[in-house]
C-alpha cells in the first residue's frame, strides 16, 4: 500500500525550519532547497507543500501567530476565573514575546513584520493578524471597563453618567501598538525583560484607572523572571 503522507504535519515540519533559517540569516537567506535540507525532506516535498516561497513564509508566519495564540488559551485555561483585566494582562504579555525563551520567536517575528513592509501578501496576513487581536482586545477592556464601572456605581450611585468610560477600540490600538514597540525595545536591548513588563504593567494600571475611576487587578502577565504561584503581580517580591 501507498505510504500516506501527513500534508499537514509535513506543512508545520517545513514552516518551522523556515523560522529556524530565519533566525539564522533573516529571511532574505531562506531558500527551498536549505528550508528541505533542514527539515530534512525533498526540495520535491516542499514544492508539493508549498507552490511558491511567498506561498510557504506567509504560511510560516501565520503558524507563529497560532503558536503564540496557543500559549495565551493555555494562560487563560489554568485560571478560568480571572478577570477580563487580567485575562488581558496574560494575552498582552504573551504576544510581546518578552521572555529569554521567546527570542528567538521574536527575531522571527520582527524579521517578518520588516518583509512585510515590501511584501503585500505578507502585510495582508499580519493586518489580519492585528484585526483578530484588536478584537480580542476591544472586547477584553470593554468587560473589564463595564465591570469597573459597575463597581464604581454600587459605591456612588452619582457616578451613572459613565463620566471617564474609555474607548476601547482606542485602547486596545495603543495597547497593540505598544506590546509591539516593547517587543523590538527588548530585542535590541535598549530595555531588559524585566523594565519592559514593568511598562506594561504601568500601562494596564494606568488603563484602569482611567476606566472609571476604580482600578480591578489587572495584571501585565507574569513577568519574564517567572510567574508567581498564584499568577499575581510579582511587583514588591522577589523574582527567582
Given at each position: 500500500m501507498?505510504?500516506?503522507?501527513?500534508?499537514?504535519?509535513?506543512r508545520r515540519l517545513i514552516a518551522e525550519a523556515v523560522c529556524r533559517l530565519a533566525d539564522e540569516r533573516g529571511l532574505e537567506g531562506v531558500t527551498l532547497r536549505d528550508v528541505a535540507a533542514r527539515a530534512q525532506v525533498s526540495m520535491g516535498a516542499v514544492q508539493r507543500c508549498f507552490r511558491t516561497k511567498e506561498e510557504m513564509l506567509v504560511f510560516a508566519l501565520g503558524h507563529?501567530?497560532?503558536?503564540?495564540?496557543e500559549r495565551v488559551q493555555a494562560r487563560l485555561v489554568r485560571s478560568p476565573a480571572q478577570s477580563a483585566g487580567?485575562?488581558?494582562?496574560?494575552?498582552?504579555?504573551?504576544?510581546?514575546?518578552?521572555?529569554?525563551?521567546?527570542?528567538?520567536?521574536?527575531?522571527?517575528?520582527?524579521?517578518?513584520v520588516a518583509q512585510a513592509a515590501v511584501s503585500e501578501v505578507l502585510a495582508g496576513t499580519l493586518k489580519a493578524n492585528y484585526a483578530t487581536l484588536h478584537e480580542a482586545f476591544t472586547h477584553l477592556i470593554a468587560e473589564a471597563a463595564e465591570a469597573a464601572e459597575a463597581a464604581e456605581a454600587a459605591e456612588a450611585a452619582e457616578d451613572a453618567d459613565g463620566a471617564g468610560r474609555l474607548d476601547a477600540r482606542r485602547e486596545a490600538r495603543t495597547l497593540l501598538a505598544l506590546a509591539d514597540g516593547l517587543t523590538a525595545h527588548v530585542l535590541i536591548g535598549h530595555?531588559?525583560?524585566?523594565?519592559?513588563?514593568?511598562v506594561l504593567h504601568a500601562h494596564l494600571g494606568d488603563l484602569w484607572e482611567r476606566s472609571a475611576g476604580s482600578t480591578p487587578r489587572a495584571e501585565a502577565g507574569p513577568p519574564p523572571a517567572g510567574p508567581a504561584p498564584d499568577g499575581t503581580s510579582t511587583r514588591g517580591r522577589t523574582r527567582d
Open positions: 501507498p505510504r500516506q503522507v501527513d500534508h499537514a504535519g509535513r507563529i501567530g497560532e503558536q503564540v495564540m487580567t485575562a488581558l494582562g496574560h494575552a498582552v504579555t504573551e504576544i510581546s514575546l518578552l521572555r529569554e525563551e521567546h527570542r528567538a520567536e521574536a527575531r522571527v517575528w520582527l524579521a517578518f530595555l531588559t525583560p524585566e523594565e519592559a513588563y514593568e
